[in-house]
């Protein structure tokens, strides 16, 4: 038997082990189970090729820095990628094949999961959300409904300016008042129930 | 040729002039599209930034249902975002048999089932430009573009990741090619696969604005008379969207937007109308009276004297 001191050591240890690292907790959560942020080699170029990488508060390639150095919570409250406009130029132009939108889209659940997004960013957790409430109401999305709701929840004063915009869209037949149903809507409902049950924790 | 069809959600309303100038110019060339019944909406970039297995599961719903009429040939999808979708869902429930079983189980409670790998999906481009005959078009052309100066904007989605059917990530040309047969110039177009926005114009108006404004910039520096675009999102943030540019960068643009299904139906014979071109905010009417009856006078080169030394072009 070792002496106390050292056991007490090995549990600390073995304690931390079973705790899952952030970095494996996004490789869990992307959609192929690899996240690929361990073979981030800093270079930056998904920094450089980012067209709305000036508005963040983190370059992505800071924020995979801060991922590995598992700055878990001040990578959940960053604005990063709630400004990913989802183009896929950073994945391509990648020399490590890290997957950066999966794990964008990651941080986007696991920052809504964790509470951790800062009051700034809620705007875009509404907008998701709310598009999702029609499409489960419907089973197709509503755009005037999304778009009144979410301006004069979120951007009343813009709201007014929007109008002309949103007369525009009517006078040219381009929006509807009344949304479009599928038809075998409590089917899809169920289908989207199950889907959240099984869900995700992640 | 017979295709089955997933609209998407923008073409049902905002995007309506996509959808039938889309049908128009199809019948034209004896291609029929059957719509797949009862779809859904794909979930855009919104599902996924909530819930990965419902998101999965919009697309997976989407696919079995194009799977129980499979005998309408591939499927295709107008919106890029749309096609992505059909696509990074089948190719991720190929590559983890845990998804494909969650995604299955939940469509179990509505009586579907879903096999990845069994529904090949492609963008309506794709139809025009490579299943199509090149010669098959140039036939059915009763007025040829000329004079037209078109940017080919292709937006992020249809070039990027790398699933079926793309290119080129930065400088595909089956767009540009398609413009040419029309008879129109298919100007430079350095931008053509950089994003328009997306949804950005909803939650940090600067942000998207400046994408905005960066694509129009670089259509007009390259002298275009018009912007043919292929996804109902970047139609609508270049157009709608044109008027915020000019006020919050204090601009002057004022160039059209328009589908690649319209200018292809204008060129067939088709009305400006029919093809639901009056629906754009940037009205397009003054540019297409630009077109010409006969191809422009290109300057004739001068021959190099026989003198002179060989030089490479540049």
């Not at chain 2, 191809?295 to 072009?313: C, D, F, G, H, N």
């Amino acid at each position: 038997m070792v002496s106390d001191h050292v056991q007490q050591l090995t549990e600390i240890q073995e304690a931390d082990f079973e705790k899952e690292s952030f970095l494996d907790e996004i490789d869990r959560s992307v959609s192929s189970g690899f996240s690929g942020i361990i073979n981030c080699i800093q270079c930056g170029s998904c920094s450089g090729t980012c067209p709305a990488s000036e508005d963040m508060t983190h370059t992505p390639r800071h924020l995979f820095a801060m991922i590995a150095s598992e700055q878990r919570d001040e990578v959940l409250s960053s604005n990063t990628f709630w400004y990913c406009v989802s183009c896929y130029q950073c994945v391509v132009r990648c020399p490590r094949e890290v997957k950066i939108t999966d794990i964008m889209y990651a941080l986007k659940r696991k920052a809504i999961r964790s509470g951790l997004y800062l009051d700034s960013d809620s705007i875009s957790v509404g907008f998701s959300g709310r598009f999702l409430d029609y499409v489960e109401d419907y089973g197709r999305s509503f755009e005037f409904g999304l778009a009144t709701r979410h301006n004069l929840r979120y951007r009343p004063l813009d709201a007014m300016k929007m109008a002309p915009m949103g007369l525009g869209m009517f006078r040219k037949g381009r929006m509807d008042l009344t949304p479009n149903r599928i038809e075998n809507l409590k089917e899809f409902q169920k289908i989207l129930k199950k889907a959240r049950e099984l869900g995700e924790t992640i | 040729m017979k295709y089955n069809y997933y609209p998407g959600c923008s073409l049902e309303r905002n995007a309506h002039s996509y959808h039938d100038s889309a049908m128009a110019v199809g019948t034209k060339l004896g291609i029929e599209f059957v719509e797949v019944e009862d779809w859904n909406c794909c979930g855009a970039t919104e599902y996924m930034s909530i819930d990965k297995i419902s998101a999965f599961t919009l697309s997976g719903r989407n696919l079995a249902l194009a799977y129980e009429q499979k005998e309408n040939g591939d499927l295709v999808a107008p919106c890029s975002l749309c096609l992505l979708n059909l696509q990074k869902s089948d190719h991720h429930m190929q590559e983890s048999q845990e998804l494909a079983n969650n995604v299955n189980t939940s469509l179990a409670e509505g009586g579907l089932s879903y096999k990845p790998g069994s529904v090949q999906s492609k963008h309506l481009l794709d139809v025009f430009a490579k299943d199509i005959d090149e010669n098959e078009i140039v036939e059915k052309v009763e007025k040829f573009l000329y004079g037209l100066k078109i940017a080919p904007y292709y937006g992020c989605l249809s070039s990027r990741p790398g699933f079926d059917g793309r290119e080129n990530f930065d400088f595909p040309l089956r767009l540009d090619n398609l413009i040419s047969l029309l008879g129109a110039d298919v100007v430079d177009f350095p931008l053509k696969t950089h994003c328009c926005g997306g949804h950005m114009t909803q939650i940090s108006e600067p942000t998207a604005l400046e994408l905005i404004r960066r694509l129009l910039k670089n259509a007009v520096d390259n002298h275009a008379d018009m912007i043919v675009t292929i996804c109902p999102m970047c139609q609508l943030n270049l157009d709608a969207y044109q008027d915020s540019v000019n006020k919050y960068f204090k601009t002057d643009f004022n160039i059209p937007v328009l589908y690649f299904t319209q200018i292809m139906g204008v060129a067939f014979g088709f009305e400006p109308k029919e093809m639901g071109i009056w629906q754009e905010f940037v009205n397009a009417k003054e540019v297409l009276a630009k077109i010409l009856d006969e191809p422009p006078k290109v300057p004739k080169e001068k021959r190099a004297s026989k003198t002179a030394l060989p030089m490479a072009k540049v």
